[in-house]
């Protein structure tokens, strides 16, 4: 944003203003970027199966034990050992590979 504001003010004020607004715009710019950075850094990434575990969903295939659930609106590929009919609820306790390991 800041870098967007600095190439505004170069062509919006007058001649010798226009630089002092682009460098306060570049000075805005840095920090945004510095900000960001440390904001972001080191953070893991939460993606694919692990983000499910805790999750709740309904079962889409009988579960005795390999199945079908839904969670969060997609079907997954699913193991419960205690055994679950089309339409109990799950939640979901674990994962090997792509298969989650859900209990009732």
């Given amino acids: 944003m800041g870098l967007i504001a600095a ?3 170069v062509f919006l004020l007058p001649h010798p203003w226009n630089y002092v607004g682009f460098a306060a715009g570049l000075v ?3 920090s945004e970027l510095t900000f960001w950075h440390h904001k ?3 953070q893991k990434k939460m993606v694919g199966a692990e983000t499910l575990i805790g999750a709740t969903g309904t079962v ?3 579960c005795r034990p390999n199945g079908q659930v ?3 609106g997609e079907i997954w590929g699913a193991r419960c050992e205690e055994g679950a009919d089309v339409g109990d609820k799950i939640t979901v306790v674990g994962r090997d590979d792509l298969t989650l ?3 009732r």
């Fill in 28 to 30: 805005v710019f840095g």
């Fill in 60 to 62: 889409v295939t009988s």
């Fill in 70 to 72: 839904r969670v969060d």
């Fill in 7 to 9: 190439l505004v003010l």
């Fill in 40 to 42: 972001t850094r080191g």
């Fill in 101 to 103: 390991i859900v209990s």
